[in-house]
């Protein structure tokens, strides 16, 4: 009986870990591959510094909308479970 409820518990807790790895946002960060602003595919010589942080985008436009709400296009990244790049120093 000992080893029917030890068995039980790890398959519960395997598959609550399971779960959880696999929510966006939780356990493992994506890279980013897409514009925050557009969702368009980045090119990587098109980006932004913010707060520590490097964020890529498709065009210089993007540039220009992400300043008017940097706030929002970040909120926006983290809900997809995408953690933008350290900026280097």
């Not at 929002?72 to 809900?79: I, P």
Request: net charge positive; proline share 7%.
């Amino acid at each position: 009986m000992r080893k029917i409820k030890l068995l039980l518990l790890l398959g519960v807790t395997l598959g609550l870990f399971t779960f959880v790895w696999n929510m966006p946002g939780i356990g493992h960060a994506a890279s980013q591959t897409k514009c925050p602003v557009l969702g368009n595919k980045i090119d990587e010589k098109v980006f932004v510094d913010y707060q520590g942080k490097r964020i890529y985008f498709c065009c210089p436009a993007c540039i220009d909308q992400f300043n008017k709400d940097p706030g929002k296009y970040l909120t926006k990244m983290e809900a997809e479970g995408i953690t933008p790049a350290k900026a280097p120093r």
